[in-house]
């Protein structure tokens, strides 16, 4: 498989390489930006080849024991996986929690250049940004986008948001991802989306794994498979995942939701994240961000539009 780009509009492109599924946007001086992306594009051809190599090793759990610089890995991106996934060693975790995000976080290095206001690579919903002084973005969140793609095509001026963030540049946060049982890989918990900002994607990445994880409770109605069961190559193996959510009273979604919050809260006090935003069956709980006051939060489903359309959770 060969590596594709498409141009969607004035400000947006599309590039595929196999299951790396990117949207970029940048804005600045015409001739940066084409630098910017020229140089983008030759690394993102590398870095599939670069993870396929050490597949094997990025599908192994991390050792609780494991050291900073033991890190056994050789690329970049592998070697940006494990680090994100180290602090969360003491459980089951392994680099892949954190691939989309280090692939984006990777890739927008191309962007921090004199001359380019802001960009952003959107690797499936998992976000990297760079912002210059002064700068912002308006992200939306969708915490079921398979419920908010009806309404996103019907709509002539925007859908229907779970939450709203708007970002400045002289907030930390410059990585967004998320994690759940309805996303696109696969989640211990029931979650309907954790929604994680961090100093970068991969941080984010790996901590809306393990946040997403936490939100879960015993419940005879909720539907588990080994991991292996539904993908042979899973880095999961027979480990069970959610596979169906049925209707929860609500005591029990505030339940699971409140055990999400505990663990985001924790990931926070240890410097690891800024935020996040928890959906459960139309229930939402926001950890750290209270107290940021230019990180402007909207958890209320209000209508709005968005700068750009993205893929996955998330539209910025």
């Known amino acids: 498989m060969n590596p594709t780009r498409t141009r969607l509009d004035a400000t947006r492109w599309h590039w595929q390489h196999g299951p790396i599924d990117l949207i970029l946007s940048a804005e600045g001086d015409p001739d940066v930006l084409q630098a910017a992306y020229e140089a983008c594009w030759t690394r993102f051809v590398g870095v599939?080849?670069?993870?396929?190599?050490?597949?094997?090793?990025?599908?192994?759990?991390?050792?609780?024991?494991?050291?900073?610089?033991?890190?056994?890995?050789?690329?970049?991106?592998a070697r940006r996986m494990w680090s994100a996934c180290h602090p969360h060693r003491a459980r089951f975790i392994t680099p892949m929690a954190a691939v989309a995000g280090s692939v984006a976080d990777e890739l927008i290095g191309a962007f921090k250049r004199e001359g380019i206001s802001r960009a952003y690579i959107n690797n499936g919903g998992d976000i990297a940004f760079h912002l210059s002084e002064g700068r912002?973005?308006?992200?939306g969140v969708f915490a079921d986008l398979a419920q908010a793609l009806p309404a996103m095509r019907?709509?002539?001026?925007?859908?229907?948001?779970?939450a709203d963030l708007t970002l400045d540049a002289s907030l930390?946060?410059?990585?967004?991802?998320?994690?759940?049982?309805?996303?696109r890989s696969f989640s211990l918990g029931i979650?309907?989306?954790?929604?994680?900002?961090?100093?970068?994607?991969?941080?984010?990445?790996?901590?809306?794994t393990m946040i997403a994880n936490a939100v879960d409770l015993d419940h005879a109605g909720i539907v588990r498979a080994p991991a292996?069961?539904?993908?042979?190559?899973?880095?999961?193996?027979?480990?069970?995942?959610?596979?169906?959510?049925?209707?929860?009273?609500?005591?029990?979604v505030d339940f699971a939701?409140?055990?999400?919050?505990?663990?985001?809260?924790?990931?926070?006090?240890?410097?690891?994240?800024?935020?996040?935003?928890?959906?459960?069956?139309?229930?939402?709980?926001?950890?750290?961000?209270?107290?940021?006051?230019?990180?402007?939060?909207?958890?209320?489903?209000?209508?709005?539009?968005?700068?750009?359309?993205?893929s996955k959770y998330a539209a910025c």
């Open 257 to 310: 939701l409140a055990r999400g919050v505990a663990a985001a809260r924790r990931l926070q006090d240890h410097g690891l994240i800024e935020g996040a935003a928890l959906f459960l069956q139309g229930r939402a709980r926001i950890a750290g961000l209270h107290d940021t006051e230019s990180a402007l939060l909207s958890l209320h489903r209000a209508h709005s539009t968005t700068e750009a359309s993205c």
């Open 136 to 139: 912002q973005f308006r992200v």
């Open 154 to 162: 019907m709509a002539k001026s925007g859908a229907t948001l779970d």
């Open 228 to 252: 292996s069961s539904l993908k042979d190559d899973t880095d999961l193996g027979d480990r069970l995942v959610t596979v169906d959510v049925p209707a929860l009273p609500q005591p029990l």
């Open 48 to 77: 599939l080849p670069e993870l396929v190599s050490e597949l094997k090793l990025l599908r192994e759990p991390l050792r609780a024991q494991a050291a900073v610089g033991e890190c056994p890995l050789r690329g970049d991106v």
């Open 172 to 183: 930390p946060i410059r990585g967004i991802a998320t994690s759940g049982w309805r996303g």
């Open 191 to 208: 979650a309907d989306s954790v929604t994680v900002l961090a100093r970068d994607a991969a941080s984010a990445d790996a901590a809306a």
